[in-house]
């Protein structure tokens, strides 16, 4: 018997762990556990929980259109498998689990290693795939971009015709799906669902975007209006949740770019999606190479400016307007609201509001981040961590500069003809550009003068940002200086180890 463990994998094409467990027409235990610990976390939204419970209801159709089910378990991750596997042992079977890596928060990882330190001690087989590219633990960790581009290029899993999964009795909480839906409710609300889980929304999500919605992709992506109609591909929390894997969205993205080979506008905006997904693969092995840097400042020198310590009262005050979309900054106002609605914002929006709290509001990134999980259908760690210390100005200490916003200004830029300032401010509605910007609307509209002083702000809390960053620029220069002598010393002793050994070789030939 294979027990196959989905998780942030919920898909049967391209899915390593799924072709493997089920191939020779083995019997194979489909599962999920509905953990506790992720929809009872302060910080997951019901947009995400509805998103998941909607990806995992699709693939038991898929699953069921091949003769298995889902396996619904409900309790500790840790607990259930050990109950599962301890079941199928008093059975007289021997399981194997299938399972991908999952690239998260220390949770996870204790969660595996427990896991996997349980089949160890039974003497039982494990395998753990790669859900999208990755290079892990003992593997050469150059080479990074030429691995990546051999992986996504090579032959996607196959996906199974049939799958043999027997009725079995098991004396584990389970759920039905109708019981799900229940227990549940409070994430299956009425209320607009902007995204829709599951891998056969996944692929027709692609499909459209392929289809017609890639033209101008290179340019629109840092539209919040163009984006929001549709411009980029939404395949965010299809990626998030595995209902797609990164190798298909790449090699159907190449076959569509070779069908338009003779349009060089439509390569050059596949070609600009492409490189998203690298980015977006670069990000994972960050967080599994740095798994610290979920709530670690990258470097230590902000620990003093950044933490997530309580946040004294005016600055609750300025979290507050921030997070309700009413800090007086039209642009980021619309986006935040928008991510209240939608459950989700362009990128360059979402850098734009990053930098505006950290830098202009002086509040930390821990706090800001925490807010994106919450409310971001697409929440992944590992991009939204590391872009949040990127726009508080944490990263990249050895560049003289970092990227302040300006949001009146990105008004102009991005925004200029107001659609989607009047979509989610329609305080606003009836004002020209030039009047928001010279603050016409003040004392005729109900929305609120701005909060802060953005260019005092910026002048002020910039200074004491660039003054850590150039502690930590000063303290990594010399670091380096010490590791280039060490190299210089040990490229030198290599030397002359090569050189005697040269030496007794020439010596051993003469005799």
């Given at each position: 018997?294979?027990?196959?463990?989905?998780?942030r994998?919920?898909?049967l094409?391209?899915?390593?762990?799924?072709?493997?467990?089920?191939?020779?027409?083995?019997e194979?235990?489909?599962?999920?556990i509905?953990d506790?610990?992720?929809?009872?976390?302060?910080?997951?939204?019901?947009?995400?929980?509805?998103?998941?419970?909607?990806?995992?209801?699709d693939?038991?159709?898929?699953?069921?259109?091949?003769?298995?089910q889902?396996?619904?378990?409900?309790?500790?991750?840790?607990?259930?498998?050990?109950?599962?596997?301890?079941?199928?042992l008093?059975?007289?079977?021997?399981?194997?689990?299938?399972?991908?890596?999952?690239?998260q928060?220390?949770?996870?990882?204790?969660?595996?290693?427990?896991?996997i330190?349980?089949?160890?001690?039974?003497?039982l087989?494990?395998?753990?795939?790669l859900?999208?590219?990755?290079?892990?633990?003992?593997?050469?960790?150059?080479?990074?971009?030429?691995?990546?581009?051999?992986?996504?290029?090579?032959?996607?899993?196959?996906?199974p015709?049939?799958?043999?999964?027997?009725?079995?009795?098991?004396?584990?909480?389970?759920?039905?799906?109708?019981?799900?839906k229940?227990?549940?409710?409070?994430?299956?609300?009425?209320?607009?669902?902007?995204?829709?889980?599951?891998?056969?929304?996944?692929?027709?999500?692609?499909?459209?975007?392929?289809?017609?919605?890639?033209g101008g992709?290179?340019?629109?992506?840092?539209?919040?209006?163009?984006?929001?109609?549709?411009?980029?591909?939404?395949?965010s929390?299809?990626?998030?949740?595995?209902?797609?894997?990164?190798r298909?969205?790449?090699?159907?993205?190449?076959?569509?770019?070779?069908?338009?080979?003779?349009?060089?506008?439509?390569?050059?905006?596949?070609?600009?999606?492409?490189?998203?997904?690298?980015?977006h693969?670069?990000?994972?092995?960050?967080?599994?190479?740095h798994?610290?840097?979920?709530?670690?400042?990258?470097?230590?020198?902000?620990?003093?400016y950044?933490?997530?310590?309580?946040?004294?009262?005016?600055?609750q005050?300025?979290?507050?307007?921030?997070?309700?979309?009413?800090?007086?900054?039209?642009?980021?106002?619309?986006?935040?609201?928008?991510?209240?609605?939608?459950?989700?914002?362009?990128?360059?929006?979402?850098?734009?509001?990053?930098?505006?709290?950290?830098?202009?509001?002086?509040?930390?990134?821990?706090?800001?981040?925490?807010?994106y999980?919450?409310?971001?259908?697409?929440?992944?760690?590992?991009?939204?961590?590391?872009?949040w210390?990127?726009?508080?100005?944490?990263?990249?200490?050895?560049?003289?500069?970092?990227?302040?916003?300006?949001?009146?200004k990105?008004?102009?830029?991005?925004?200029?003809?107001?659609?989607?300032?009047?979509?989610?401010?329609?305080?606003l509605r009836g004002?020209?550009?030039?009047?928001?910007?010279?603050?016409?609307?003040?004392?005729?509209?109900?929305?609120?003068?701005?909060?802060i002083?953005?260019?005092?702000?910026?002048?002020?809390?910039g200074?004491?940002?660039?003054?850590?960053?150039?502690?930590?620029?000063?303290?990594?220069?010399?670091?380096?200086?010490?590791?280039?002598?060490?190299?210089?010393?040990?490229?030198?002793?290599?030397?002359?180890?090569?050189?005697?050994?040269?030496?007794?070789?020439?010596?051993?030939?003469?005799?």
């Amino acid at each position: 018997m294979h027990i196959l463990w989905f998780r942030r994998d919920l898909r049967l094409s391209d899915n390593e762990i799924v072709a493997l467990s089920t191939a020779d027409n083995t019997e194979v235990l489909p599962c999920f556990i509905i953990d506790p610990w992720f929809y009872q976390q302060a910080a997951v939204g019901k947009a995400r929980v509805r998103f998941l419970f909607e990806s995992l209801e699709d693939l038991d159709n898929n699953l069921r259109a091949r003769g298995s089910q889902l396996y619904l378990f409900e309790g500790s991750s840790v607990s259930v498998l050990q109950k599962l596997t301890s079941q199928l042992l008093q059975k007289g079977d021997r399981p194997k689990l299938f399972f991908n890596y999952d690239v998260q928060v220390q949770y996870g990882i204790e969660r595996d290693r427990q896991i996997i330190d349980f089949y160890q001690q039974h003497n039982l087989s494990y395998h753990q795939g790669l859900n999208n590219f990755l290079q892990t633990a003992g593997e050469r960790t150059d080479g990074w971009i030429e691995q990546y581009y051999n992986y996504v290029r090579q032959p996607l899993h196959p996906t199974p015709e049939r799958i043999n999964t027997p009725a079995l009795k098991l004396d584990i909480p389970q759920l039905t799906f109708s019981q799900l839906k229940q227990k549940y409710s409070q994430f299956w609300g009425t209320e607009n669902t902007y995204f829709k889980g599951g891998e056969t929304q996944a692929i027709g999500t692609l499909d459209s975007f392929l289809d017609e919605r890639f033209g101008g992709y290179h340019w629109k992506i840092s539209r919040p209006w163009h984006t929001q109609q549709g411009a980029t591909s939404h395949l965010s929390p299809h990626l998030a949740f595995g209902t797609i894997s990164v190798r298909q969205v790449y090699q159907r993205t190449k076959e569509r770019a070779a069908e338009l080979a003779d349009n060089p506008k439509a390569q050059f905006s596949l070609k600009a999606f492409r490189d998203r997904l690298r980015w977006h693969d670069s990000f994972t092995q960050r967080l599994y190479n740095h798994p610290e840097l979920f709530d670690t400042n990258r470097y230590s020198e902000f620990d003093r400016y950044y933490s997530p310590a309580e946040l004294d009262e005016e600055k609750q005050e300025l979290f507050a307007a921030w997070k309700e979309g009413q800090t007086g900054f039209p642009l980021v106002d619309a986006s935040m609201r928008q991510l209240l609605a939608m459950g989700w914002m362009n990128f360059r929006m979402r850098a734009m509001c990053a930098t505006f709290l950290c830098i202009n509001c002086g509040i930390s990134w821990h706090h800001g981040a925490t807010h994106y999980i919450k409310y971001l259908v697409d929440t992944d760690l590992a991009i939204n961590q590391w872009q949040w210390q990127m726009q508080a100005g944490v990263t990249n200490p050895l560049s003289d500069t970092f990227r302040i916003y300006n949001p009146n200004k990105n008004l102009e830029e991005s925004g200029g003809d107001l659609k989607f300032i009047y979509h989610w401010v329609p305080e606003l509605r009836g004002y020209s550009l030039t009047e928001i910007l010279d603050g016409a609307y003040l004392n005729e509209s109900p929305y609120p003068a701005p909060m802060i002083d953005w260019a005092e702000t910026r002048k002020v809390n910039g200074k004491i940002v660039s003054n850590l960053r150039k502690q930590v620029k000063e303290r990594l220069l010399a670091e380096q200086g010490a590791e280039l002598e060490q190299a210089a010393i040990a490229r030198e002793t290599v030397k002359k180890y090569w050189e005697t050994r040269n030496k007794q070789y020439q010596q051993f030939k003469q005799k």
